[in-house]
């Protein structure tokens, strides 16, 4: 699973609808339903000296994906020994929209590492 960051130095950030482990890790996903948990992955190849990450998900305001936003959900981590090069939690969102995750340091809080969108809508 971690073997995937080696081959980039930038940082990623993979959605599944399962707990992420080796077998599943490239079943990433995109759309989810509400109420429903979010697994994610961080990807991280190059090491943060803190071992501080700030999270972000921000909801675009309408359904075009475009205008204003809202910030949903935020989450600090401090990086564990174990967790140098990745990151892996869960989240739920219970209202339909479309949604940005985005990954800061704690070693620089204006640049982002990784951004990813996805959907939350009912079947």
């Known amino acids: 699973m971690l073997s995937t960051s080696a081959c980039s130095d930038r940082a990623g950030i993979l959605f599944n609808q399962n707990?992420?482990?080796?077998?599943?890790?490239?079943?990433?996903?995109?759309?989810?339903?509400?109420g429903r948990r979010i697994y994610y992955l961080i990807l991280l190849p190059?090491?943060?000296?803190?071992?501080?990450l700030y999270i972000?998900?921000?909801?675009?305001?309408?359904?075009?994906?475009?205008?204003?936003?809202?910030?949903?959900w935020t989450k600090n981590i401090r990086l564990k020994d174990e967790e140098v090069n990745y990151f892996t939690d869960y989240?739920?969102?219970?209202?339909?929209?479309?949604?940005i995750m985005q990954v800061y340091s704690k070693d620089k809080p204006t640049k982002k590492l990784a951004v990813s969108e996805f959907y939350v809508q009912n079947p």
């Open 56 to 72: 972000q998900v921000v909801k675009k305001d309408n359904d075009y994906g475009r205008l204003g936003y809202t910030l949903y």
């Open 19 to 34: 707990p992420i482990t080796e077998k599943n890790v490239l079943d990433n996903s995109s759309v989810f339903y509400p």
């Open 46 to 52: 190059k090491k943060v000296h803190s071992r501080y």
């Open 91 to 99: 989240f739920v969102i219970g209202e339909e929209g479309y949604y």
